[in-house]
């Protein structure tokens, strides 16, 4: 087997081979109540991340099959990932999920390891990190469920260059208190106008918090810093950019139609010929969105002059570069300034009409006053460092973990006829954006999880080959015993730690009047416990 012959298991700990990869036939399971297998000993499960795709995959498989045991290990002292430092401020329903997270952290066979990152050095002097490799020695199977924390960048001149120019990654962090973007500091000024290149939910929750009365955002979990800053904003008219037409964009009506109810904020009207002229035939998701932008464009309560603020959805334009004030070469403080932005128009083939279209360049340029900007067109997955040690297989372009689709970690392997095919490695998985990369809303993540939970159950209920299944495994008990030093115990955050910490950001924030104060460093999270 092509795999055991490139990577020994006595380099991860294993004793012997790898286990045959050679499934059993294969039933759906996730129909029925939980499972009593006849394995010695119970499934445990170490799952590496702790927002959405981590939990909904947990609280499956622990539905499912009956005395699993799970260890979430979060590089942050606090959990829930995007949830918590990714949905807007002014979406706190979308958090509702949080309360079955919580349900399923007060299980006795859960176990949530904070401030502890795997394979990855942890990003803030107080955290702590474990090798992949020692996960490998104490759990049946490990679950990659860490997301995407790098986003595409668009590779045109000026983008690393220049102040002013942003990911909304960064920016979407810094205004929810992620600790790494904390000192983001945008600049917002410099001037007026503002561009924000990409037409996804992300991109439009950037344009609104740019947009939103500063009064309303108040009354939410938003960073603190954040308000500060949004409150001495200049910025006044928001251009939200895509390379293709209205019934290519990747927004949803929901994020649309909380744009155009900003109070004192207009849109500006989109291109007509973009729009299909008989709304009617098409599909009801994009006949509601057309509908929307075509009552938006003809709309006559808030013109752009009446009002203090707008914006635009500007179709068919592809970014070329990134302008300072002043072309000079000169070291002065104006050059490195973002002042404008350049695009060239595109046209779309087949038809604007199809939902499939592709843009072709037209030689056409435009240039928009921005003095800042920001790039939102999507998030990245990355290998953690030992992937290539271990020859677990990454997707650099895709950024995912190769998998068969349902979850199941795979690599190829060449067969006795010389040809190649997919094998699974024994007791490795993955869920959430690490492995359909960054599409869809939480509802999405939760089925993509549920998937993944699914493959794991009929995996281990079918006797498929698992991590280390012939001997009792002890987990973080494991773990801990063979990679932590004195002292480092008292920095891993359990989950009674983390309801410490959510309470005393209640306590701050009831002190304004707010839902929560949330703490921006990982030091003021780790002192509320002492």
């Known amino acids: 087997m092509a795999f055991v012959a490139r990577v020994q ?45 981590g939990f909904y995959t947990t609280y499956k498989l622990m539905a499912k099959v009956q005395g699993t045991k799970v260890d979430m290990y979060e590089s942050l002292p606090v959990p829930f990932g995007l949830v918590r430092f ?11 999920c949080q309360e079955k997270f919580e349900e399923v952290a007060s299980s006795p066979d859960f176990n949530f390891i904070g401030n502890v990152s795997v394979g990855t050095k942890s990003d803030h002097p107080e955290g702590l990190t474990v090798p992949l490799a020692s996960l490998f020695r104490h759990y049946n199977a490990i679950i990659f469920a860490y997301g995407a924390a790098q986003d595409r960048k668009l590779g045109i001149p000026g983008e690393d260059q220049l102040k002013g120019v942003y990911s909304a990654r960064e920016f979407v962090g810094w205004y929810n208190g992620l600790p790494e973007h904390a000192n983001l500091n945008p600049d917002l000024t410099q001037g007026e106008e503002a561009v924000v290149i990409g037409q996804g939910n992300v991109a439009l929750d950037v344009a609104r918090m740019l947009l939103e009365d ?64 008989d709304l009617k035939s098409l599909p009801r998701a994009p006949r509601r969105l057309m509908e929307m932008l075509a009552k938006g464009t003809t709309a006559t309560s808030q013109s752009p002059s009446e009002t203090s603020k707008s914006w635009s959805l500007d179709f068919c334009l592809t970014p070329k570069a990134f302008s300072p004030s002043s072309p000079s070469s000169s070291a002065s403080a104006a050059s490195t300034q973002l002042a404008s932005t350049t695009f060239e128009r595109t046209t779309l083939s087949p038809s604007p009409f199809d939902p499939n279209a592709y843009a072709l360049p ?51 392997e060449r067969t006795r006829g010389a040809e190649m095919s997919h094998g699974s490695f024994p007791g490795l998985y993955c869920a959430g954006w690490v492995k359909t990369g960054p599409t869809g ?45 004195n002292g480092d115990e008292k920095r891993v955050v359990d989950w009674q730690g983390w309801r410490r910490i959510d309470e005393a950001e209640r306590e701050r924030g009831r002190e304004t009047g707010r839902l929560r104060e949330k703490f921006t460093r990982t030091g003021e999270m780790l002192n509320v416990l002492g």
């Open 214 to 277: 500063v009064d309303v955002l108040r009354k939410t979990d938003i960073a603190t810093h954040a308000l500060e800053t949004l409150s001495q904003s200049r910025v006044k008219r928001v251009h939200v950019i895509g390379r293709r037409g209205p019934m290519q964009a990747a927004f949803t009506i929901k994020e649309v139609r909380e744009l155009m109810k900003l109070s004192n904020v207009s849109f500006h009207p989109v291109d007509t010929s973009l729009l299909p002229a």
């Open 86 to 96: 990714g949905v807007a401020p002014d979406h706190p329903e979308v958090k509702n």
């Open 362 to 412: 037209t030689g056409e340029t435009v240039t928009l006053p921005s003095s800042i900007a920001f790039r939102s067109i999507g998030y990245k997955s990355t290998a953690l460092p030992e992937f290539s040690d271990i020859n677990i297989p990454f997707d650099e372009r895709r950024g995912i973990i190769s998998n068969d689709g349902h979850g199941r970690v795979q690599h190829e």
């Open 9 to 53: 298991p006595r380099a991860l700990g294993l004793r012997g081979r790898w286990p045959s990869q050679v499934h059993a036939p294969r039933r759906m399971y996730s129909q029925h109540p939980a499972h009593h297998t006849t394995h010695e000993h119970p499934l445990r499960v170490a799952v590496i991340g702790s927002g959405p795709a």
């Open 441 to 485: 809303v939480i509802a999405s993540t939760m089925e993509n999880a549920f998937a993944t939970a699914d493959a794991i159950i009929e995996d281990w209920v079918s006797r498929t080959p698992f991590l280390n299944v012939d001997r009792k495994v002890h987990g973080w008990e494991g773990v801990r015993g063979e990679v932590l030093r």
